[in-house]
């Protein structure tokens, strides 16, 4: 089992960024495959991006290619997702997640077994 607690959430400015970090407790953390979720107000949570386990595979959300940026540290037992070129529509309260499945839709909020508390990530226009 894996306790996730996410932070570096605030309020920035359109075009500015952020770097949003996730602590996993425990000495497995290698062993999760880890993604990060939006859920803004009223809507669904969605899938922002995901990272293998050894961190050589990375999968992104359209809407976030090319602007967020998701790693991992192992050694840390830290997921970092870097918010780069931040536009309102990012507004959005984020979680980590994590399983340990062999075989993971990673685009799906029902793939993860552990997620976080969320972090607030407002952009202002």
């Known amino acids: 089992q894996v306790q996730l607690v996410e932070s570096g959430g605030g309020l920035v400015q359109a075009g500015g960024s952020l770097r949003l970090s996730c602590a996993a407790s425990?000495?497995?953390?290698?062993?999760?495959?880890m993604g990060w979720f939006r859920q803004a107000p009223g809507k669904e949570r969605e899938f922002v991006a995901a990272i293998s386990r050894s961190g050589s595979r990375t999968y992104y959300a359209d809407s976030v290619k090319g602007r967020f940026t998701i790693s991992r540290d192992n050694a840390k037992n830290t997921v970092y997702l870097q918010l780069n070129s931040l536009k309102p529509e990012d507004t959005a309260v984020y979680y980590c997640a994590g399983d340990t499945s062999t075989s993971i839709a990673y685009t799906r909020v029902l793939s993860y077994t552990y997620w976080g508390q969320g972090t607030q990530v407002t952009v202002s226009s």
């Open positions: 425990g000495r497995t953390f290698g062993s999760y495959f």
